[in-house]
Every structure is written in structure tokens, then in C-alpha cells.
Antibody, heavy 125, light 107 residues
Framework: EVQLVESGGGLVKPGGSLRLSCAAS????????MNWVRQAPGQGLDWVSA????????YYADSLKGRFTISRDNAKNSVFLEINSLRVEDTAVYYC??????????????????WGEGTTVTVSS | SSELTQDPAVSVALGQTVKITCQGD??????VSWYQQKPGQAPLLVIY???NRPSEIPDRFSGFSSGNTASLTITGAQAEDEADYYC??????????FGGGTKLTVL
């Protein structure tokens, strides 16, 4: 069974840092791109970052570049999200999500097929 | 632009058909996927690659995409379909993007 389990969330003061982790199981982890998606209370889904299976390419939402760092350890089947200089507006549930490739007429496309249950980050003084 | 636009809320009578739309320039070039999210739960994939449906999703869910508009149609909406629905795609730089979400109410 494919499973993603996030951890590392909690209550942090503004300006602090956190490192979120996502432990994957049930699939060949290194073969898949991984994403982080967040959802502020009462708000919609907000894509944060993605990393290719090899770890060689990373992507960030423009509004978040600079404070967020995504990384992975394929030997430990884990992906991480480090967040620095936390702001109140970073308060959200952070989801880890797997991205899978699918064949198309002109190549491949990718979509998120599995989500973790999320870890809650609260930034407050 | 990599933005995806959805109507904030849509309602449908029980057993009737409803269409949820998503608009954005990126849809002209990249495939869309759709997610259902119920309160307190993680999102669930319902449509991918414009029209494909995971095996566990009921066949009353269908997708379509043309030009800059994608749609998710529920034919014969059930009470359990009441949820938030999000479209998702990407842009040319590899960044992913979600629509703002549509809250579906089944009357």
C-alpha cells in the first residue's frame, strides 16, 4: 500500500524555522517526483514546491522562493521541507504528495495521485 | 499566466448534473487533474490527464478540456459528492498550480 506520512509540524514563533518530513512507503521512492502543498485554515490548496525523483531539479512557488527549501533522501525514502523566517501567514496544513507520470500523445505528463494526511504548522507569538 | 480560475461555489439538486469549470492559459498546453476534498480530509484524485478516472472513482465523474477551459462533470450528483473541488496543472517552468477551488453543495 502506498503511504505518505508527514511529521515535524507544530507551534512556532514568527521568525523561527521548521523542518517538515514525509516518510514514504509502498513504492519505489526514487522513481517519483514529490510535492509539498499547503492549505491555510479555511483556504484553498496552495502548491509550495516539487522535487524530481533524482533530486536534481527543484521547483518553488514564486511567492515562497527564498524561505523554503525542498530536499529528499532516497536511501531513507523521505522528502523534506525546510521553512525559515516563518510568518503568521505560513500557518497551514502541509501535505506531502506523490507525482506520477502518465503517457501522452506527445510524451509524458505528471499528476499528483497520492497525498499524505498532512502536518499542521502554526506560527504565532 | 499560470493562474487557474474556478467559480467559488456551485450547487446542484440531488440526482442532477453539475459542471465545475477551471480556466487558465496553461490549460492550452498542459494536462489538468481534479481533486475532491471533504472537510478534515486530504484531497482525493478524481480525474487526471483531462478525462481519465482512477478505478475507485464512480463513473458519474467525468472530465473534459478544450483550449483554456477544463471541466469536471458529475452526472447524477449524490449527497456524498458535496465537497470542495480543485483543478491542478503546471506551467512551462515546471511550477504546479491549483485553482482556487469550488465548493459544491448538493441540495
Amino acid at each position: 500500500e502506498v503511504q505518505l506520512v508527514e511529521s515535524g509540524g507544530g507551534l512556532v514563533k514568527p521568525g523561527g524555522s521548521l523542518r517538515l518530513s514525509c516518510a514514504a512507503s509502498g513504492f519505489t521512492f526514487s522513481s517519483y517526483n514529490m510535492n509539498w502543498v499547503r492549505q491555510a485554515p479555511g483556504q484553498g490548496l496552495d502548491w509550495v514546491s516539487a522535487i524530481r525523483g533524482s533530486g536534481t531539479s527543484v521547483y518553488y512557488a514564486d511567492s515562497l522562493k527564498g524561505r523554503f527549501t525542498i530536499s529528499r533522501d532516497n536511501a531513507k525514502n523521505s522528502v523534506f521541507l525546510e521553512i525559515n523566517s516563518l510568518r503568521v501567514e505560513d500557518t497551514a496544513v502541509y501535505y506531502c504528495a506523490r507525482e506520477v507520470p502518465a503517457a501522452a500523445q506527445d510524451g509524458y505528463y505528471y499528476f499528483i495521485d497520492v497525498w499524505g494526511e498532512g502536518t499542521t504548522v502554526t506560527v504565532s507569538s | 499566466s499560470s493562474e487557474l480560475t474556478q467559480d467559488p461555489a456551485v450547487s446542484v439538486a440531488l440526482g442532477q448534473t453539475v459542471k465545475i469549470t477551471c480556466q487558465g492559459d496553461s490549460l492550452r498546453s498542459y494536462y489538468v487533474s481534479w481533486y475532491q476534498q471533504k472537510p478534515g480530509q486530504a484531497p482525493l484524485l478524481v480525474i487526471y490527464g483531462k478525462t481519465n478516472r482512477p478505478s475507485e472513482i464512480p463513473d458519474r465523474f467525468s472530465g473534459f478540456s478544450s483550449g483554456n477551459t477544463a471541466s469536471l462533470t458529475i452526472t447524477g450528483a449524490q449527497a456524498e459528492d458535496e465537497a470542495d473541488y480543485y483543478c491542478n496543472s503546471r506551467d512551462s517552468s515546471g511550477k504546479r498550480v491549483f485553482g482556487g477551488g469550488t465548493k459544491l453543495t448538493v441540495l
